[in-house]
């Protein structure tokens, strides 16, 4: 099981999100602690927040989701309705490009019920490695991708060719969340430096050293942000059928500078992770 944090990660959606599906009686915890509160997610539960997602960006009201997502609905209905909207959506002027995306992205989530075999998940060790970087607090993710260009472009140029290597992009604590959200950018290096870079925020970047002491189980991906979250959800599926558990907040590795600063980024999307029996000490 997942604590309410992890499973907004994995699921990428705010946890106050989450909270609201189980008030109005959308999407309960699979367990809540009787004593504490707190409350935990399944994997399993993932193809019913998808549908539930879909659903909502096809600009269905909650109510009529709630009658949707029943253990007894009429499928071949729900998948007309899906694809009247999807049609629907192709037509739209370019601004509307993007909600297309997300459709089919959540329409192929839905029909595979979790079968993610587009993508494998390959164990690594955690990262020992120099680091140059910064955190800031970011209203959006568009204001978040033009500070990333910048500071990528400001830093190639700074930074001795031979010891810039990957970007490295850290999430905080929080929940996912789309807005007002806090996020550590920087480059890892082949060996430690003496120097700091100006920011786009007006902060400063500076080196510090990565020692984990946990593994990643990384996935790499392409494309637009609307279908991110496939990524994440195999990883997901992944950590819970191998028995471990998440050690701490997801990173994304932007591989290739120069197709990220084209726009065609590739990502290494990387959860921290350790097996069970091993943090329980077993």
Not at 25 to 39: E, F, I, M, Q, V
Not at 191 to 202: K, T
Not at 257 to 267: I, K, M, S
């Amino acid at each position: 099981m997942f604590r309410i944090g992890e499973f907004s990660h994995i699921a990428r959606v705010s946890i106050r999100q989450l909270r609201y599906y189980e008030e109005i009686g959308l999407l309960a915890p699979a367990h809540t602690d009787a004593s504490s509160g707190y409350r935990s997610y399944e994997a399993g539960q993932l193809p019913r927040l998808n549908q539930i997602l879909a659903l909502k960006k096809l600009g269905l009201s909650l109510e009529e989701i709630k009658r949707v997502v029943t253990d007894d609905a009429d499928t071949d209905e729900l998948r007309a309705l899906l694809q009247t909207r999807r049609r629907e959506a192709a037509e739209l002027i370019s601004k509307e490009e993007a909600r297309f995306r997300e459709i089919e992205a959540r329409l192929r989530q839905i029909e595979t019920r979790g079968e993610l075999a587009d993508y494998d998940v390959v164990l690594k060790a955690g990262l020992q490695q120099w680091y140059v970087s910064w955190w800031a607090r970011f209203a959006d993710l568009a204001t978040a991708i033009g500070m990333i260009r910048e500071f990528a472009r400001d830093a190639k140029r700074a930074l001795p060719r031979d010891a810039a290597q990957n970007m490295l992009l850290g999430f905080g604590e929080r929940g996912f969340t789309t807005t007002d959200f806090e996020l550590e950018v920087g480059f890892l290096l082949s060996r430690p430096l003496d120097i700091e870079l100006p920011a786009p925020d007006g902060g400063t970047a500076r080196v510090r050293e990565i020692n984990d002491d946990f593994d990643l189980a990384t996935i790499v991906r392409a494309g637009p942000p609307e279908i991110a979250h496939l990524a994440s959800n195999a990883l997901g599926y992944w950590t819970e059928a191998q028995d471990h558990e998440i050690a701490g907040p997801p990173r994304e590795m932007i591989l290739g500078l120069n197709d990220f600063l084209a726009g065609q980024p590739v990502f290494e999307v990387q959860f921290p992770v350790r097996a069970k029996s091993a943090a329980s000490g077993a």
